[in-house]
């Protein structure tokens, strides 16, 4: 399959990608991603409706996402966090909105300065907002060790519980929610409402 590039109105599934897709300004697409292994890239001005079944590579928003749930994220088989451009990296930029869940993770997800409204449920590795907005609850959170955290960072808003987790939370700018069930290290350097249980 060679790389798709939408630039207007698109109605359609993807069944199976073996190459990028890109949505750009001003499209909007308006379908989802059955299984993905290459990159996956919403543009800015683009909107994308539709979710992501099966992802191990990369996807970027830089536009507005609804209803981007993504399941089954990433490749257990790697022991460390994905980084720019390897497989199971999602990342929301500055000034784009997430909208969507998150099941099954196991690599790195980052919110970074954007908004994110959605639950990361399963998850085996890191995930961060960076001076972003998150609204959403971390459910489940465990595996390989000092690898597995979860971040509120850059003075970033995060309004949201973490509950069953195995791994670090670490909140360095505004966050509003509770620890649940916790066997590690819970650290706080900014502001902090919630209980911990």
Sequence with gaps: ???FAN???FFGNVISNSSSIDNNTPGSWNGNIQ???SFIGNNAGATWNGGIASNRSEIDNY???VNGNVTSNGNPADPL???LGSNGFIYNAA???WNGNVNGNSDFILNDGGAWNGNINGNANYVLNNGG???GNIVGNGGFGSQTQVVNGGNGLWVGDVQGNTGVVANDGAWQGSVLSNSR???NSGSWTGDVA
Aim: negative net charge.
């Design 35 to 37: 299984s993905n292994d």
């Design 133 to 135: 907005v998150w609204t």
């Design 95 to 97: 000034g784009a909105t």
């Design 7 to 9: 630039n207007g109105p």
């Design 185 to 187: 290290t819970v650290q």
């Design 63 to 65: 536009g507005t996402w």
């Design 1 to 3: 399959i060679t790389p």
């Design 81 to 83: 966090p994905a980084n």
